[in-house]
């Protein structure tokens, strides 16, 4: 059910940022008489609430969940080939060959830092906020901004190594150049470690809105793709109050948003309308992803065979995460986990037969998918959180019974016939927490991030030609 709709407001943070590393100094000085000046604006509870609201906002965007964050992560990754009339920018994501002229990666570049630069505008003016409003609520929008703050970065330093490094208004002649990937990191640490101490936990905060709990097991993930295993484990423990819900499967559907194992989302609300949903660039005209259409309305893409390969038998899993053809009803599409209640005639499925993608998708609720799909995106669930703490177990030199604890919760939920792994050393450990985050977080944006830890892969996203022309220092 949907309790929380982002919603933004702000006229002079809308237009005050575009690439950040290149923004124009002029465009900030200027002052519109009929408008709220920065230091006019942060009065009320209500302005301040609006300019947390619009940090939120590229994270709904096409070049992020709304169409781009999925592509580059899934396709990069190997989790998805191209089925259909796939764009030549999404190709080249599967091709792993993204030249500096690729749309999408332009998208996520330019969309990422528009979300630091809207949250550097909330913390640098900390001091203009109204010493009327109470120490906690300051501090917990500033929280929600440092949280994105950090999210947004974690995007650029995973895809693009060195980038530049912003976290006040200063202008640059010509913009900024990199900053290393170690200092990158730093800033994100910090901002999660101070969104910890000061967002409330889930319950306590509006629906939708970061929390302590997002932050700490943001703070774990990216410690752990750091390396610093000891430190993911320590910050991890914190995140408590999560359980595993019993169905799997209503973990993408719109119905179960915001439940007991879920630690942040990204929130689409279909019953809003599309508007311009592919022209949407942090306006809040949009309240869709492309998610369910490009997966399986258009079949632009389906699961790669080595993606399917990893499922075991009598992993549910499989039937939550694909559709797939049943033989014994003529060749036709059939979801298998409603007992077939819902089918799809093959013809209707792409250019061959092969499984296609069920999660996060509608299809078991209407006969066709639209461009508009009100379906959240999960960002971080406790699942992840146990594979998380269960690979900084064995990393960190901790106790192999204790890792193999926090797998086989994940395992066991899967399925009742699916047997506790239960090898020992560390390889063969670290081998089995790969392939529990393979099929429980299928199609989630992790894969590419876990190669990286378990495969040492270096390959990193160009930075794209608007840039380079806009930035002259780098």
């Not at 998208?107 to 809207?118: D, L």
């Not at 290393?180 to 969104?195: G, M, P, R």
């Not at 629906?207 to 943001?218: D, E, F, M, P, Q």
Request: net charge negative.
């Amino acid at each position: 059910m949907k309790k929380y709709k982002i919603i933004f407001m702000l006229a002079f943070i809308t237009g005050a940022f575009g690439l950040i590393a290149s923004c124009n100094e002029s465009d900030l000085e200027k002052t519109n008489p009929n408008q709220l000046s920065p230091e006019t604006f942060f009065q009320t509870s209500t302005q301040l609430a609006a300019a947390a609201n619009s940090v939120y906002a590229y994270l709904q965007d096409t070049g992020n969940y709304g169409r781009y964050q999925f592509y580059i992560n899934d396709n990069v990754s190997g989790e998805n080939y191209a089925a259909g009339n796939l764009e030549a920018d999404k190709v080249q994501m599967i091709n792993r060959d993204v030249d500096e002229a690729n749309n999408g990666n332009n998208q996520y570049w330019q969309q990422n830092y528009q979300g630091i630069g809207r949250a550097n505008f909330l913390i640098a003016n900390e001091a203009n906020i109204s010493s009327d409003l109470s120490s906690s609520e300051v501090q917990g929008r500033l929280g929600e901004a440092r949280f994105l703050r950090g999210f947004y970065y974690f995007n650029i330093v995973t895809k693009y190594g060195e980038a530049p490094l912003q976290t006040d208004l200063e202008f640059i002649p010509g913009g900024r150049s990199k900053s290393s990937v170690e200092a990158i990191y730093d800033n994100i640490v910090t901002d999660l470690q101070f969104a910890a101490a000061n967002l409330p936990a889930k319950g306590a905060q509006e629906v939708g809105r970061a929390t302590s709990g997002a932050a700490w097991g943001l703070l774990g993930k990216v410690l752990l793709q750091r390396g610093d295993a000891a430190g993911a484990k320590s910050a991890l423990a914190n995140v408590t109050g999560y359980t595993l819900i019993d169905d799997y499967r209503e973990n993408f559907t719109a119905e179960n948003e915001h439940n007991d194992e879920s630690l942040f989302e990204v929130n689409y609300d279909e019953s809003t309308g599309g508007g311009d949903s592919w022209n949407q660039n942090g306006l809040g005209n949009s309240e869709t992803t492309f998610r369910a259409m490009e997966y399986s309305g258009w079949y632009n893409v389906k699961p790669s065979q080595a993606l399917l390969d990893e499922y075991e038998d009598g992993d549910t899993r499989f039937a939550a995460n694909f559709y797939s053809i049943d033989d014994s009803n003529n060749g036709t599409m059939t979801n298998t986990y409603n007992n077939g209640t819902q089918t799809f005639v093959s013809g209707g499925i792409g250019p061959d037969d092969n499984p296609s993608w069920r999660k996060y998708q509608n299809l078991d609720n209407r006969g066709s998918e639209t461009t508009d799909s009100g379906i959240n995106a999960r960002v971080l669930r406790y699942a992840d959180v146990l594979l998380m703490k269960a690979e900084a177990e064995i990393r960190s030199g901790g106790t192999e019974s204790v890792a193999l604890g926090f797998l086989n919760e994940v395992r066991a939920r899967a399925s009742v016939s699916l047997p506790p792994v239960s090898v020992s050393g560390t390889q063969a450990i670290l081998d089995a927490i790969e392939h529990e985050r393979m099929v429980e977080l299928a199609g989630e944006q992790s894969r590419w991030l876990d190669l990286k830890r378990f495969h040492n892969d270096t390959y990193l996203l160009p930075i794209p030609n608007i840039e380079l022309q806009a930035n002259t220092n780098l």
